[in-house]
């Protein structure tokens, strides 16, 4: 009997705690986020981007307290997507994940917007992008690749897509001066960017550090640098482009943004959300086994990054386009 | 090898290629839902399975989805996903003569062979063809498509001058949208839709489906008349016969199309488009292309599916991906903490074999699941046009919606009824502009894209061994045509 009664009271404490929590929570409920909230990729789905958002997504579901919905619009290099975002009502449940492609697309103005029409909430996970080359080529490091036309007697060609962030990024470390410039050539994005170093058609191409790796360890293309600040774990004798005295850090940064106005009390809530989500240890080795840094910025530095980054790009973009 | 193949499985595996073929070829039937959907949905929820298990089940759905959009093709004029639009061609004039079971029959043994043929490559050949494939530049990608173009002009008889203005016309069709090269927009007139382009989809089940509809209405007279008991069940095997006429074409087109999947970046589609083009070049009877020709129907079919196999290739052996099909595959890889890479076959072995078992296995069930399908399917042409006419509306309308949730596309899809149905009326064959659509945008990539790689020189591009045979194979041709007419 005495032990019904316990269990008895055990199932109402029980259920009362339900009550409460449930209560509880509707009592917040004039507090963000009170109904499921919706993530745009500007990719689509089981691309890079789509894949880090659905490696986040149980965690910060868990940290904000509410699910999401992640909504895969592809289209115009991530444009189309990000249009949309901006254009969706300005209260904290449309969340935009892009990254440095859209600052890209901003600069060669195929957006007719700007990050400006944004409020950023944070920066967090991080792409390295590496310097590679064909195995057996004569250049070794930076300063070879500087060298090359003057010894070569001819550029050194170099694969990017045009207007896209590899050719950014090998703006940044290819000299721009007449004596040495490298000759850009339409590749493409990775896979063709590494067909094209198999085979030899170019010297020079930047790849995405993950999918880099297999090459590099199997020893068919051979790196000369990379773009990230930090050397890269999973590289670790390869030197940064800093290390070699060259200028350049560019990298795939996810930046998360909100349409414009929104309140600052709710970019806070989903900042700190995202930012105990991305703390998570076992979020934290997925991400990095999938080669990525799960690091993180709040609003404010993440918006003076994203400036200082778009002014280089606009750099960049007179010498590239020229 | 096939011992320590069979080994790698389990029933629980089989289930899941069961299953990835059943809704691959399900969902390749229905008009605006790909393979590459299906995976793309699917790809998330395979993050708990065990690897092989999801991997299995992904590449059984790559398969199915390539073959089940034959069926809507064939019966409905209305190609299922962009691989199957050649198969449309011939494979609804079929219908139309009351031999939809047997167009069905072809074109599935057409497809297991495809598949069959390029599995073989993948699993033999894997490293030194994808070796091979990276050699190629892209001048010699250039070279290729244009050979496949001119064989198509130098052979079509008749109507050269309607044909040209139709793949012309396919040419322009492609234009609008991002530039391959910079990508800028281009001819988008100020459409923020136009913007990504004139989806292929809606493009084609508007040029052929849509347009089918409104002839129906418009001239009731025309309409298809309804087949009754033309579509016995026998008429669904290959005999001999068959296969003493079929075999070299099938072989070629599988050739082609396990070559076509191997290069990066190019689609099932433009295989398909590939092989019918040199099917068509190298037939007896070219006139009957276009007109219900079995041989246009089976080149379509096995060069297809021939794409998958080769995809994987070079996804295999060095880890890039072949098609889009292939970049999911390579997403849902990496997730399970595997990455395909030269690596690959000494790390994981068991995990190579086990794909090699899934394809083969996948292209097997296929085969049995579309054959004892197949007898009820062929019975929809056997429904009268006023009950399936709605429908086939209905789905035109949900399909092109459903590509990227957007009306425009259904406007897409509407205004290409009316492309299609006036080029029909005045003549136009739409096989040149469907060949025109799809091979420009790669002629367009490769040729500017080469001619960077020479500041804009064209001639040591041409002096290179690929584009000089394709050169030569042509004017071989023209000149094999030449004397045919005069004899004539």
């Given amino acids: ?322 | 090898m096939i011992a320590s193949i069979l080994v790698s499985f389990d029933i629980g595996t089989l289930l899941y290629i069961v299953l990835g073929v059943v809704l691959g070829v399900v969902v390749g039937a229905i008009p605006g839902m790909t393979a590459t959907m299906l995976i793309a949905l699917t790809l998330p929820l395979t993050f708990g399975m065990e690897a092989v298990d999801a991997i299995s089940l992904l590449v059984s759905m790559y398969v199915g989805g390539v073959s089940g959009s034959l069926i809507t093709a064939i019966l409905m004029r209305m190609p299922g996903t962009p691989a199957s639009v050649m198969t449309t061609l011939d494979g609804y004039p079929m219908t139309q003569q009351g031999k939809a079971g047997r167009a069905l029959g072809l074109a599935i043994s057409a497809s297991f062979v495809g598949g069959i043929i390029s599995w073989v490559f993948l699993v033999l050949l894997a490293r030194p063809l994808s070796e091979l494939a990276i050699k190629f530049g892209e001048f010699d990608f250039f070279a290729m498509v244009v050979m496949a173009l001119l064989l198509i002009v130098i052979l079509s008889k008749g109507n050269m001058i309607k044909g040209l203005i139709a793949g012309l016309l396919g040419v322009l069709i492609a234009l609008p949208g991002v530039d391959p090269i910079g990508g800028n927009y281009r001819f988008t007139f100020g459409i923020t839709e136009l913007q990504n382009g004139f989806s292929l989809l809606p493009v084609l089940v508007g040029l052929f489906a849509g347009n089918q509809i409104l002839s129906s209405i418009l001239w009731p007279e025309n309409r298809q008349k309804t087949q009754q008991g033309a579509n016995s069940i026998s008429d669904m095997f290959m005999r001999k016969c068959d296969v003493k006429r079929h075999w070299f074409n099938i072989t070629r087109s599988s050739v082609i199309g396990t070559w076509v999947g191997i290069l990066p970046g190019v689609g099932a589609n433009i295989g398909s488009a590939f092989a019918y083009a040199v099917a068509k070049a190298s037939s007896k009877n070219p006139d009957q292309y276009g007109k219900g020709s079995e041989s246009g129907l089976v080149a379509s079919e096995s060069a297809n599916n021939a794409t998958v196999g080769g995809a994987l290739v070079p996804l295999i052996s060095l880890g890039i991906p072949g098609s889009v099909v292939d970049a999911l595959l390579l997403g849902g890889l990496v997730i399970h903490g595997l990455q395909p890479g030269p690596n690959l076959f000494n790390s994981n072995p068991d995990f190579v074999y086990a794909i090699f078992a899934t394809v083969l296995i996948a292209n097997v069930v296929m085969l049995l699941f579309m054959y004892m399908t197949t007898g009820y399917i062929a019975k929809i042409a056997q429904i009268p046009q006023k009950f399936l006419l709605p429908v086939l509306a209905v789905l035109c309308i949900v399909g092109s919606y459903a590509m990227s949730n957007s009306w425009f596309n259904v406007l897409v899809m509407m205004i290409f009824s009316v492309v299609g149905l006036i080029l029909e009326r005045k003549n136009y064959s739409l096989a040149p502009l469907v060949i025109g659509l799809v091979l420009a945008p790669i002629a367009e990539t490769s040729y500017r894209s080469a001619t960077m790689y020479t500041d804009g020189e064209v001639l040591p591009l041409i002096l290179t061994p690929v584009p000089l045979v394709c050169i030569a194979i042509s004017i071989l041709m023209g000149f094999l045509m030449f004397r045919m007419n005069k004899n004539a």
């Fill in chain 1, 1 to 322: 009997m005495i032990n019904i009664t316990k269990h008895f009271k055990k199932t109402v404490i029980a259920v009362a705690s339900v009550l409460v929590v449930t209560v509880a929570g509707s009592a917040f409920a004039d507090t963000y986020p009170k109904k499921p909230i919706k993530i745009i990729v500007p990719f689509g789905a089981g691309g890079g981007s789509d894949i880090v958002m659905r490696t986040i997504q149980p965690y910060l579901e868990k940290s904000l307290g509410e699910s999401i919905v992640v909504i895969n619009v592809p289209g115009s290099g991530s444009v189309a997507g990000s249009r949309r975002a901006k254009g969706a009502k300005a209260d904290g449940y449309t969340v935009l994940l892009n990254h440095t492609t859209l600052l890209t697309a901003m600069v060669t103005k195929k957006a007719d917007f700007s990050y400006k029409d944004f409020d950023i909430v944070a920066n967090a996970v991080y792409m390295p992008l590496v310097v590679a080359v064909p195995k057996n080529s004569p250049i070794n490091n930076l300063q070879d690749l500087a060298a090359f036309k003057k010894k070569h007697g001819k550029a050194a060609i170099a694969g990017v897509n045009l207007g896209a962030i590899n050719h950014f990024a090998m703006g940044m470390i290819a000299p721009s001066d007449k004596e040495s410039a490298v000759r850009y050539v339409q590749t493409g994005g990775g896979a063709k960017t590494m067909a094209a170093l198999l085979g030899k058609h170019i010297d020079v191409g930047i790849l995405a550090g993950p999918e880099a790796k297999p090459l590099i360890e199997s020893g068919d293309i051979k790196l000369i640098a990379s773009l990230s600040d930090q050397r890269i774990p999973y590289f670790p004798n390869t030197l940064t482009a800093l290390e070699q005295g060259v200028e350049a850090s560019i990298g795939i940064q996810y930046t998360w943004y909100m349409p414009k106005g929104v309140d600052q009390d709710t970019k806070d809530i989903f900042a700190k959300a995202l930012s105990s989500a991305i703390g998570n240890d076992s979020l934290v080795k997925a991400l990095t086994d999938r080669g990525s840094v799960s690091n993180y910025l709040p609003g404010k530095e993440s918006l003076l990054r994203v400036e200082k980054l778009f002014g280089q790009l606009e750099i960049i973009n007179n010498t590239i386009s020229k």
